[in-house]
């Protein structure tokens, strides 16, 4: 498999599509798709992993990475982390987004 193979089937697994994944990162559109004939810079790898949380070794390999690496947010979908970054970027204080976290499951008569 290749490069690009190996960052679409992880962006799948993170809930991303490769375009959803250029247009969050800023990228051309298909640019990606060129990344086993045209090598990207380590820049752009390394946007790549921050954002699929993973590391550059992981996407260019495919190998899953040893247990001891592995961040432990990293099977949160892809939605989940852009819903954070959307709040950590809009300025939400992180009680205001636990008091509406308990207000949902009161809501839905959780505890």
Do not use: C, H, W
Not at 48 to 59: C, E, H, M, R
């Amino acid at each position: 498999m290749g490069l690009y193979e190996n960052i679409r089937d992880i962006a799948k697994s993170k809930g991303y599509s490769v375009n959803k994944l250029e247009l969050e990162l800023g990228f051309a559109r298909s640019s990606i798709n060129k990344f086993n004939k045209n090598r990207p810079s380590v820049e752009k790898l390394q946007q790549i992993a921050d954002l699929l949380d993973v590391s550059v070794d992981y996407l260019m390999t495919g190998k899953e990475e040893p247990e001891k690496n592995k961040n432990p947010y990293s099977n949160l979908k892809g939605i989940y982390l852009s819903y954070a970054k959307e709040a950590q970027d809009s300025g939400i204080d992180p009680d205001d987004i636990r008091l509406a976290l308990d207000t949902i499951r009161r809501l839905r008569g959780e505890k």
